[in-house]
Nanobody, 119 residues
Framework: QVHLVESGGGLVQPGGSLRLSCAAS????????MAWYRQAPGKQRELVAT???????SYADSVKGRFTISRDNVKNMVYLQMNDLKPEDTAVYYC?????????????WGQGTQVTVSS
């Protein structure tokens, strides 16, 4: 069984910073892509950032230059450093991991962590 556990969310003022962490545990196999998504109230879940096994990153236009995704392949963890936060960044943030086990691809989701940007 695989578990993804996010942490680091909370309430922050506009212009502030937060660092989200996601730990993957269990028989997860070989991880290739790790990503962060977010979902604001009344909106669809959207992709925020991805990082491949070779550490190639990509970002949504709305967070470029403010967010940084990174990963620790030894610990099976992925991070999202969020700077210069804006009220429109308020959402539940979800960790997503793509992995292969016994030649079968799997996609795993965390339970989400709330980020609220407000003065």
């Amino acid at each position: 069984q695989v578990h993804l556990v996010e942490s680091g969310g909370g309430l922050v003022q506009p212009g502030g910073s937060l660092r989200l962490s996601c730990a993957a545990s269990g028989s997860i196999g070989s991880i290739y892509t790790m990503a962060w998504y977010r979902q604001a109230p009344g909106k669809q879940r959207e992709l925020v950032a991805t990082i491949t096994s070779g550490s190639t990153t990509s970002y949504a236009d709305s967070v470029k230059g403010r967010f940084t995704i990174s990963r620790d392949n030894v610990k099976n963890m992925v991070y999202l450093q969020m700077n210069d936060l804006k009220p429109e960044d308020t959402a539940v943030y979800y960790c997503n991991v793509g992995a292969i086990s016994r030649f079968t691809p799997y996609n795993y989701w965390g339970q989400g962590t709330q980020v609220t940007v407000s003065s």
